[in-house]
């Protein structure tokens, strides 16, 4: 028997690290940016879009991940929405999820999305009800 630790793959993407944190505090209302990739982050930082939706006294997490092993495939764009949950897809490999009651924004982004992109038009049509 050896001490070698057994990694399983994580498929998932369930553990993948984000070390571009960037926060911001206005008074009681809090925004938080996470991602994988400098790129992104600073894309959503520079940007509007948290500020224009975090209205009033609200907190808001945006946590998005660059899944370079996505399929490349940017052909249709689609939303599926609900009462509380809003799901954007780009052809197969991209996926972003928008929760209005717990007011978090959780996507997994293909590597052939460009951040102008995802900035100017997938995020905004993803929180425009």
Same mark, same amino acid.
């Given at each position: 028997?050896? !001490?070698?630790?057994?990694?399983?793959?994580?498929?998932?993407? %369930?553990? &993948?690290?984000? /070390?571009?944190?960037? +926060? $911001?505090?206005?008074?009681?209302?809090?925004?938080?940016?996470?991602?994988?990739?400098?790129?992104?982050?600073?894309?959503?930082?520079?940007?509007?879009?948290?500020?224009?939706?975090? !209205?009033?006294?609200?907190?808001?997490?945006?946590?998005?991940? %660059?899944? &370079?092993?996505? /399929?490349?495939?940017? +052909? $249709?764009?689609?939303?599926?929405?609900?009462?509380?949950?809003?799901?954007?897809?780009?052809?197969?490999?991209?996926?972003?999820?928008?929760?209005?009651?717990?007011?978090?924004?959780?996507?997994?982004?293909?590597?052939?999305?460009?951040?102008?992109?995802?900035?100017?038009?997938?995020?905004?049509?993803?929180?425009?009800?």
């Amino acid at each position: 028997m050896t !001490n070698e630790l057994c990694w399983h793959p994580d498929l998932f993407r %369930r553990f &993948v690290p984000t /070390p571009y944190v960037f +926060s $911001e505090c206005d008074g009681p209302k809090r925004t938080r940016v996470e991602s994988n990739d400098l790129e992104i982050a600073l894309g959503i930082r520079r940007s509007d879009i948290l500020q224009r939706q975090a !209205n009033g006294s609200v907190d808001l997490l945006c946590k998005l991940i %660059r899944d &370079v092993n996505a /399929p490349v495939d940017d +052909s $249709e764009i689609s939303i599926v929405s609900d009462e509380a949950l809003r799901v954007l897809y780009v052809g197969r490999g991209t996926i972003l999820n928008y929760d209005q009651e717990k007011l978090e924004i959780l996507g997994f982004i293909s590597r052939d999305v460009e951040v102008q992109k995802l900035v100017l038009a997938l995020i905004p049509a993803l929180l425009d009800p």
